[in-house]
């Protein structure tokens, strides 16, 4: 009996999770460890931001699901990680107790998300600094709170200045910004408060409608439209005033300090913040057999798992080169360690880095969140279930394959609610496979503001709580 | 290059029967590719 182990119960281990257990749970041990026992909906935090959501409607115990797919949970926090042959086993100290478990396996999936980096920017974050997030259960809620105490102010008469986007000149997931931005826009409408709000878009992208993708480009009626000027085109619409190729790199109270493209220093006013910090891999320690630290031969710098990829290509070069992306998320040094959703390290941006005169790198990081993490959940677990079949690992798909669909909504109504839909593919521009100079197929790639987009947003909440929560039929829903 | 939404876009994004229609040729995309990525 094999025992195969997944840290984390995000899109991507949970997912991975549904499949072990269900393929494989009766005969073999599949365990999950996670540091929280409820499964979370992330894309409708945004939501929850904004007061249109309960934040208990976003998450579910992850316990019962796992009874009944034959999988063992675990509550803990892992910090340590041996995996050195014969002797491989997980460190971690269990929630509520503290005491240290030990964990066998054979398999491991490391998909414990990201490490929130508020420290990467000083002042950032709602702990330790002045500004918001929606990137945690518990900051949506204070976010929602701060938001709505805001609104009570504007209530009074007082005008305020809203700044959303990026608190970190190298943070992604700039679409969970733009879709919490176009929120408080529409919120603030249908509150009769939007006269008595500034609000500024701040974000590191090299031009509107990045999204840390290099833009989206779709041929409609015989045209090309790229994201920036469709983007564009909704801040303008709503009267978003915008700052690109920016870079924060420090917040006092009121005070966003920042660097753009040209090197120049400035200083941005806010009653209200809501910046996504920089993401980074888990802090686990990687001990090998005789006690020395071994991070280096499984993880980046960053603290992201090291796979199948090409790494250390310059960009221009991995631009032209899709093969460099990982497609098995598989560690080379040690075959039975898999890496899925932002756990993996990427082999480079997506987007066109910079570098100002100062030195500092101004660009967005690649999203790996929602779509592409469920994505990658589903190859390793089915990959893991070749190896312990005895067989090399057959499932494949890399960030420059797949697919991904970005619903940011405008207010929830399904009436007279729109949102924005984006649909890429692939993710990564591949040259080689689309020969155009965008890299993407332009059949499938849907970029469209509307009232579909509001259905899709519901039907999505309550077809993937659905799927996560592994009802009949799930398997039959895309990741 | 397009800066705002013109009146005829706008018309277009809230009606219905259109919407419906566009709802329809999204979820077709999506479940197309996703069938191709379930047999990978």
């Known amino acids: 009996m094999a025992k195969i182990l997944i840290i984390g119960a995000g899109f991507a281990g949970h997912t991975a999770a549904l499949y072990l257990g269900s393929k494989i749970g009766r005969k073999h041990e599949v365990t999950v460890v996670s540091n929280r026992d409820v499964f979370s909906y992330l894309p409708s935090w945004v939501w929850v931001g904004v007061g249109h959501m309960k934040p208990e409607k976003t998450v579910f115990k992850l316990k019962p699901v796992y009874d009944r797919k034959n999988v063992r949970f675990v509550h803990a926090a892992v910090k340590e990680i041996h995996p050195d042959a014969g002797d491989q086993y997980v460190l971690a100290d269990e929630v509520g107790t503290g005491r240290e478990t030990r964990l066998d396996y054979d398999y491991l999936v490391i998909a414990p998300g990201p490490l929130l980096n508020f420290a990467g920017t000083p002042g950032l974050g709602p702990e330790n600094g002045f500004t918001h997030s929606i990137c945690s259960y518990p900051h949506a809620i204070k976010t929602r709170d701060a938001y709505l105490a805001l609104c009570e102010r504007m209530k009074k008469g007082e005008k305020v200045k809203i700044v959303i986007g990026t608190g970190h000149p190298m943070a992604t997931c700039q679409g969970a910004a733009f879709e919490y931005i176009v929120n408080v826009h529409k919120d603030l409408v249908k509150k009769g408060l939007r006269d008595k709000a500034d609000i500024l878009w701040l974000s590191n992208e090299p031009e509107l409608g990045d999204f840390g993708v290099n833009g989206v480009q779709i041929k409609r009626n015989g045209h090309m439209l790229r994201s920036e000027e469709f983007i564009k085109s909704v801040f303008n619409d709503h009267g ?84 460099a992306w990982p497609s098995r998320y598989q560690n080379p040094t040690y075959p039975n360690i898999y ?92 040259r080689k496979k689309f020969h155009n100079e965008y890299g993407r197929d332009l059949f499938i790639s849907h970029l469209e503001m509307g009232l579909s987009g509001a259905w899709m947003k519901f039907m999505l909440h309550h077809t993937f709580m659905w799927k996560f929560k592994a009802r009949p039929g799930w398997t039959l829903i895309p990741e | 290059m397009q800066q705002e939404f013109s009146k005829a876009e706008k018309f277009w994004m809230n009606f219905k029967l259109y919407q419906l229609w566009r709802f329809i040729v999204l979820n077709l995309k999506i479940y197309t590719v996703a069938v191709q990525s379930k047999r990978k």
């Not at chain 1, 790199?249 to 966003?256: A, L």
């Not at chain 1, 400035?266 to 888990?282: C, R, S, W, Y």
């Not at chain 1, 980046?300 to 199948?308: E, I, Q, T």
């Not at chain 1, 797949?402 to 990564?428: F, H, K, Q, Y």
């Open chain 1, 240 to 323: 978003i005033r915008y700052q690109i190729q920016t870079g924060v790199t420090k917040v006092e109270e009121g005070k966003i300090h920042w660097q753009n493209y040209e090197g120049e220093e400035g200083v941005t006013e806010f009653d209200f913040a809501m910046l996504i910090p920089q993401f980074k891999g888990q802090p686990f320690k990687y001990i090998g057999k005789d006690g020395s630290d071994i991070a280096s031969k499984i993880v980046n710098p960053a603290g992201f798992v090291l796979v199948d990829g090409k790494y250390g290509l310059p960009y221009p070069e991995l631009a032209q080169t899709p093969e």
């Open chain 1, 339 to 430: 890496a899925a959703g932002i756990a993996f390290a990427p082999p480079g941006p997506i987007s066109k880095p910079f570098t100002n005169k100062n030195n500092l790198a101004i660009a967005p990081a690649p999203p790996r969140t929602g779509m592409v993490s469920g994505t990658i959940g589903r190859v390793v677990a089915m990959n893991v279930i070749d190896a312990v079949n005895g067989r090399e690992p057959s499932h494949h798909e890399s960030m420059t394959e797949m697919v991904a669909a970005c619903v940011a909504s405008m207010g929830d109504s399904l009436w007279d609610g729109s949102a924005v839909t984006i649909v890429m593919r692939p993710v990564v521009p591949d």
